[in-house]
T-cell receptor, first 113, second 120 residues
């Protein structure tokens, strides 16, 4: 199982760029890196997924170095509504391997005015 | 239109009772899951079904019994509830990406809003 390590909490201010880094030293060849966002009293919501280099969508960017042992989720110009818990997951995309994909404790991001 | 819906949202019951949580997805996905989130916010997979077939059955007490009447529904029945069963239970679904072969999915889970179970 690819274990992930991410900061327990982070604080930032509205309008800033926020980068959350996740370590996954024992990532396997078939593993993808996926980030989810969870608001209180809601289920996690998919943000972005990548395998290598850089992926960008309308919400965030994901930077993955060549060795893939870490990844960085970048949230541009955050707002108060980005206050949430962010989970970094690593695992294969076979549905039968979902048990290998571990949701850790996540990073609690707090955005201040 | 809610993509993955669970009922009830809140459930308070006594120890020893039997309760069910229902889940429905209108996304046309092939795979559905039950996750449990404890008080420390760790989210752990319990079960997974693909086209009504049980795929994943983690180390869960056999008091928990999932049922999938069709691929759009996955219900969770819990017998003889215990205090430690108190948690938020999330249903999720994902889509097979058939182009990569059997067993692959897109890797994106769609979660319901959760069902908070409190056992007194």
């Amino acid at each position: 199982l690819a274990k992930t390590t991410q900061p327990i909490s982070m604080d930032s201010y509205e309008g800033q760029e926020v980068n959350i880094t996740c370590s996954h030293n024992n990532i396997a060849t078939n593993d993808y890196i996926t980030w989810y966002q969870q608001f209180p009293s809601q289920g996690p919501r998919f943000i972005i997924q990548g395998y290598k280099t850089k992926v960008t969508n309308e919400v965030a960017s994901l930077f993955i170095p060549a060795d893939r042992k870490s990844s960085t989720l970048s949230l541009p110009r955050v707002s108060l509504s980005d206050t949430a818990v962010y989970y970094c997951l690593v695992g294969p995309r076979w549905y039968s391997s979902a048990s290998k994909i571990i949701f850790g404790s996540g990073t609690r991001l707090s955005i201040r005015p | 239109d809610t993509a993955v819906s669970q009922t009830p949202k809140y459930l308070v019951t006594q120890m020893g009772n039997d309760k069910s949580i229902k889940c429905e997805q209108n996304l046309g996905h092939d795979t559905m899951y039950w996750y449990k989130q404890d008080s420390k916010k760790f989210l752990k997979i319990m079960f997974s079904y693909n086209n009504k077939e049980l795929i994943i059955n983690e180390t869960v007490p056999n008091r928990f019994s999932p049922k999938s009447p069709d691929k759009a529904h996955l219900n969770l029945h819990i017998n003889s509830l215990e205090l430690g069963d108190s948690a938020v239970y999330f249903c999720a679904s994902s889509q097979d990406s058939g182009g990569q072969g059997v067993g692959w999915n897109t890797g994106e889970l769609f979660f319901g809003e959760g069902s908070r179970l409190t056992v007194l």
